[in-house]
């Protein structure tokens, strides 16, 4: 009994700790989007419908925006975003990521959120940070890629978007629909620890070695795994060398 309530009071301290986690994070994200708002005394305020400032909102006008949106083609990376051992916040981000509806500074810039003299990478790359920039083409996070293929021994593929990243990536394998299944989940921990770091490089003020941002891969990956592995439990060492290996995949 005293073994079983350590336990559950330590699977609390660890949600209670992850929460404020993300209280912080979107916290900071808040302050960022209200650091640029300036309140005019002169002025009342008052709600403005910025597709037709003149006009305003009308139903129809909402109709027709909707109707002609170009629409935001996923392709095959649909299916791959929801995966039962993922966590479902992970999903909805990778879901906001393919269509491009983070709140990444190329958008808030955009959007009219930010000015365009602050979009730069949080990288200190020098580029313009849009969400396909970040994950895939920035010099410095780009690199973790790499680190990932020679982690799992996968070689490298051609792609021209996040989509098509996603999908070469899930199938650069090939094989079973496990080995699939399992390079669809480190995708999804990849993009996630990269969205983190960005994060806190921006709010925080920390930094991240790109083989410490590895080694969360690893870790989330594996915890995402293990509640459905009973042989993961017991190979931790083994993961951390050799995952295709350690789930018997190759």
């Given at each position: 009994m005293f073994s079983l309530g350590w336990g559950l009071d330590g699977a609390a301290w660890v949600w209670r700790r992850q929460l404020r986690a993300w209280e912080e994070?979107?916290?900071?994200?808040?302050?960022?989007?209200?650091?640029?708002i300036y309140l005019q005394v002169q002025s009342s305020d008052r709600w403005q419908w910025q597709?037709?400032?003149?006009?305003?909102y009308t139903v129809r006008g909402a109709y027709q925006l909707l109707t002609t949106m170009d629409s935001i083609i996923v392709d095959d990376a649909e299916h791959l975003i929801w995966h039962p051992q993922v966590p479902l916040k992970v999903s909805i981000f990778a879901w906001r990521l393919l269509r491009d509806r983070l709140p990444t500074k190329s958008n808030l810039v955009t959007r009219g959120i930010l000015s365009s003299a602050a979009h730069h990478c949080v990288s200190g790359c020098g580029a313009a940070k849009s969400t396909h920039h970040l994950f895939i083409f920035c010099s410095t996070f780009c690199s973790i890629w790499d680190l990932v293929r020679s982690w799992i021994?996968?070689?490298?593929t051609g792609f021209t978007s996040i989509q098509d990243h996603f999908v070469q990536f899930t199938l650069s394998a090939g094989g079973s629909r496990a080995r699939r299944s399992f390079l669809q989940l480190i995708w999804l921990a990849s993009v996630w620890?990269?969205?983190?770091?960005?994060?806190?490089?921006?709010?925080?003020?920390?930094?991240?070695?790109?083989?410490?941002?590895?080694?969360?891969?690893k870790l989330f990956s594996y915890r995402w795994l293990k509640t459905t592995s009973v042989t993961l439990v017991l190979n931790y060492h083994s993961w951390w060398s050799s995952p295709l290996l350690c789930l018997g995949l190759i």
């Open positions: 994070e979107l916290l900071g994200e808040c302050q960022s989007l209200l650091s640029v597709p037709d400032p003149d006009t305003g021994g996968i070689s490298s620890v990269v969205w983190t770091e960005r994060n806190h490089r921006l709010f925080r003020g920390s930094t991240s070695t790109l083989h410490q941002m590895l080694d969360k891969i």
